[in-house]
């Protein structure tokens, strides 16, 4: 299984907006409603910020987003601040009970 | 508070075995779908097996189908994950986390093996 693609990096000024793509197969991002997307900053476990596409787990702000199209599934972040500044990876249900992560984005602040 | 405590990561040589266990607590452990997840230095993340809350199936990606092993213990709220056969490529962060909807949703602060001689 491989990794599902991901941009090595992506940045914005605060207050702007970003979007992460996460390309994969019909056998993973495409096949399945269950995209979902993590946080992680430098030394730390990552966090869930979006699931089944574009579902917010309780204290995620609404400033994230997901979407999907496809085979490729894509994360927004809407009014940047500098604390969004971290890794984000995609991830995807494969078939029977597996699961592959993206490649991983960076996001900085400018 | 919800917490996953991993634990027996450390450095074993090319071959040999390693142990990982995470205690699970303010959640009912019984209830869920586990997994392990790990991520190399400076690389990102990976999937590495899962296991159903009853332990009758478990899932491993094929690089370490054969080697690795998942299992818990719901009476002690632990999850495991038997490691022989250890590489250089399977250095890396180890963490445990929690599967609900078909996501990760509370991950553990991780353990480090490092394997080398």
């Known amino acids: 299984q491989s990794a599902l693609t991901q941009p090595p990096s992506a940045s914005g000024s605060p207050g702007q907006s970003v979007t992460i793509s996460c390309t994969g197969t019909s056998s993973d991002v495409g096949g399945y409603d269950y995209v979902s997307w993590y946080q992680q900053h430098p030394g730390k476990a990552p966090k869930l910020m979006i699931y089944?596409?574009?579902k917010r787990p309780s204290g995620v702000p609404d400033r994230f987003s997901g979407s999907k199209s496809g085979n490729t599934a894509s994360l927004t972040v809407s009014g940047l601040q500098a604390q969004d500044e971290a890794d984000y990876y995609c991830?995807?249900?494969?078939?029977?009970?597996?699961?592959?992560f993206g490649t991983g984005t960076k996001v900085s602040v400018l | 508070e919800v917490q996953l405590v991993e634990s027996g990561g450390g450095l074993v040589q090319p071959g040999g075995s390693l142990r990982l266990s995470c205690v699970v607590s303010g959640f009912t452990f019984s209830s869920h779908w586990m997994s392990w997840v790990r991520q190399a230095p400076g690389e990102g993340l990976e999937w590495v097996a899962n296991?159903?809350?009853?332990?009758?199936?478990?899932y491993y990606v094929d690089s370490v189908k054969g080697r690795f092993t998942i299992s818990r213990d719901n009476a002690k709220n632990s999850l495991y994950l038997q490691m022989n056969s250890l590489r250089a490529e399977d250095t890396a962060v180890y963490y445990c986390a929690r599967n609900e909807l078909t996501a990760f949703d509370i991950w553990g602060q991780g353990t480090m093996v490092t394997v080398s001689s």
């Open positions: 296991i159903k809350q009853d332990g009758s199936e478990t």
């Open positions: 089944e596409v574009n």
């Open positions: 991830s995807s249900y494969v078939v029977n009970n597996n699961y592959v």
